[in-house]
């Protein structure tokens, strides 16, 4: 029975050190990351979104989603199944991307995000960042507060 135990808690412990391991691979905020490399981040992470592993994209969009951002949407399986749902689904896997800035101050930065979808479609966001202000790791750290919901621009073809 202890030895039954004993491997069962090893295997626990493995199991717990290797996701820790993948989860190692992603990105964290940092100041030193600008606002646009922040979505470029999110947006390579979404189109290669189980590279890593499973959710790899979403995992990654969600450690630069801003603290009050995260309110909003709710804990990670919340979000999980928000990007998953019909109103963002587009942005998993999709085939390209631009990010073209049309507004910033010293505090916040706003893009527009066109991104070609699997299946030929354009698609537009507004795409916002803050500077996070309060103390703590997050600190002068760019991290998203808004994510438009897509406008259809038509299809490639």
């Not at 505090?107 to 698609?123: N, R």
Request: with cysteine.
């Amino acid at each position: 029975m202890l030895k039954k135990l004993h491997l069962t808690f090893s295997v626990f412990i493995f199991f717990i050190l290797s996701t820790n391991i993948l989860r190692a691979d992603l990105q964290t905020p940092n100041k030193f990351i600008l606002p646009s490399e922040v979505i470029k981040i999110q947006l390579i992470g979404l189109k290669n979104n189980d590279k890593k592993f499973k959710d790899s994209g979403i995992e990654q969009t969600w450690s630069f989603a801003h603290p009050d951002n995260k309110k909003n949407t709710g804990p990670l399986p919340n979000f999980k199944m928000m990007i998953k749902g019909r109103s963002y689904q587009m942005l998993l896997n999709h085939i390209s991307h631009t990010i073209t800035e049309i507004g910033s101050s010293d505090k916040w930065a706003q893009f527009e995000v066109i991104i070609l979808d699997k299946e030929k479609i354009y698609h537009k966001f507004n795409w916002q960042v803050e500077k996070y202000t309060e103390e703590g790791p997050l600190k002068d750290c760019w991290l998203t507060t808004m994510v438009s919901s897509p406008i259809p621009l038509g299809s490639s073809i």
